[in-house]
């Protein structure tokens, strides 16, 4: 085995010039080599790219983790195998074709060797590829011959002075200014058992968890060498012990998304990668291990004269980062003001900036935080209307402060289900029988049919006879549900009645701020177009049975804003405006000066 790897560098950067001369072997439990044409030139096309771009500031192109164990004088290769086979056929087809001559002659080092352990005959057949045809019955030596075939493609368009460039790249040594490396981790300290080296290939590959950036900043952080030999067992318990005491604290719901804004594009499975990505000010659209060469390039300037990395302050910088957030958390004000300004798409780093700039104070912080607030709901209610962009941050923020409102109750708004169920805009009272088509008026026939039979089996009846509208109003519905087809003039004519009957024949801007609510993604789906007394009805079903309800949405559909009391099955325009008032009157101290005045 080259002496250069038998370093006490277990996680690091190795270029491809540092694996010449190795020997990989690739066990049993790993699959074939299956890599596409695709995925060849995709790999081709990135390292030509990158030798291309003098102006780029990165100065080395990384390739995916290699993954090692160290047995018997050969490398077992636990993950990343076919990244090293393209590796192979591409560095053998550039010494067959291009140099002409072993590579050991022109850089002093051999290419690295590969041996299959289920394949018999595996290094011969890769040191004669091009020999060999890709119609071969051995499975993995088809794909392989295939790889080679596009190697050889990609490489004709191209001419000798390319080959060197191409080549000078690849085989980079580490003191060059731009080379091609990848994330070394070698875990053979960790498999003191002899099935360890399986358990982490089957996590990463079978059950298709990949290996993350914490898990690799992690293992920097774990690295015995950066210890003194004494010291090092118990430095490394209490990382280790610090470290999932964070994550225990970022897996509880209420806290993760307090600070986090779930993206569809960004996914953590271990969430103390988000504060480490905030550390290292990951950019949107970054090369997926951005955060471990940051980490990585940090241990490196902490190098003290001894060799050791001095962990103590890169440490300490990881737990500040986070005490920061759980002081936050622990702050019901902080908590409320931060998790809004969060949701709008504020940065959570940029955020923790401010609140340490100049030796900030709270209250100063907190001005900040409700300066920024106002900036977020810098408009007229009165002239806000469904599909306006600012109208979702004044119901969130009109529930937010409601809850902060009652300072006796130590009630917290719940941002993990807020975002979590999808929590969206919807009317109050229903639209026009316009917006009621096709299947669409057999689900609203359904519902409406399923609140009268409710209400007359309950005996939950008005004067002035009632009970005889709601029997004529039970038989027409079944009558349109055992249509085969439901005419316009018939939905629109029952339609209309039972309109009047519940007051929704009553006009008045329905997409107003005054009827609108914050309401969860499946209420909104399956009763959008009821009216107002069976949406009111599903809300408290809901509310009784601990499905969350916005406490601003449930004050609304029990009437609370409405001054005028007795008439619960109706949302009229008075209530609307009354409601209207009382979000006015809430939000105060955050909007501008607004046209109608509040009570």
Known sequence: MNEENTDNSKLCLKTIYELLGENFYIP???????????QVKELLDDIWEFSQNDGDKASFYCLQPVVVVQSDGHWEVVDGQQRLTTLY????????????????????????????????????????????????????????AKAYEEVD?????????????????????????????????????????????????????????????????????????HFHREKASLKQIQIATEWDAIEKSLQDPSFW??????????????????????????????????????????FKASKEANGRVNIDPLWKEVKDYFLTFDEWYRDRDLYHLIGFLVDCGHSVRDLKA??????????????????????EVNCQLDELGYGDKELRKVLLLFNIQTLLSTKEADVRFPFDRYKKENWDIEHIRSQTDKEITGVSRREWAKDVLEYFADTRDHTIVATDGVSDDIGGFISDLRKLLNADKIDDSSFKSLYEK??????????????????????DATTNRSYKNAMFPIKRRRIIHNDMNGVFVPICTKNVFMKF????????????????DEYLNAIKGVLQEYLPDQQGAHE
Not at 160 to 186: C, E, H, M
Not at 562 to 575: A, I, N, P, R
């Open 561 to 576: 804003y409405s001054k005028k009391l007795g008439e619960v099955m109706y949302w009229k325009e008075s209530d609307a």
């Open 498 to 519: 039972i309109a009047s009957y519940f007051k929704e024949d009553e006009v008045f801007e329905l997409d107003g701020v005054g009827n609108l609510a914050l309401l």
């Open 89 to 144: 056929v591409i560095l053998h087809y550039l010494e067959k074709e291009h140099l002409r001559r072993e590579l050991n002659e022109a850089y002093k080092k051999p290419i690295f060797s590969l041996e299959y352990e289920t394949r018999k005959g595996s290094q011969t057949f890769l040191k004669n590829i091009q020999e060999s045809s890709a119609d071969t019955t051995n499975i993995d030596f088809y794909h392989i």
């Open 257 to 298: 998304y307090f600070i986090y804004k779930p993206q569809p594009w960004q996914r953590y499975d271990s969430r103390i990668e988000y504060i480490f990505d905030l550390m290292k000010k990951k950019p949107s659209g970054a090369e997926t291990f951005h955060t471990f060469h940051e980490f990585n390039a940090a």
């Open 354 to 375: 401010k609140s340490e700039e100049n030796n900030s104070t709270k209250t100063d912080f907190k001005a900040y935080l409700k300066k920024e607030i106002r900036k």
């Open 28 to 38: 049993a439990y790993q699959r074939g080599y299956r890599w596409s044409a695709i």
């Open 153 to 225: 493609r990609w490489f004709r368009d191209r001419d000798y002075n390319d080959n060197n460039v191409f080549l000078g790249t690849l085989l980079a040594k580490p003191d060059t200014s731009r080379s091609v490396q990848v994330i070394w981790y070698d875990l053979t300290d960790e498999c003191k058992e002899n099935d360890y080296a399986v358990d982490v290939f089957s996590r990463i590959n079978i059950g298709k968890i990949p290996l993350t950036n914490a898990e690799l900043v992690k293992a920097l952080f774990l690295q015995s060498s």
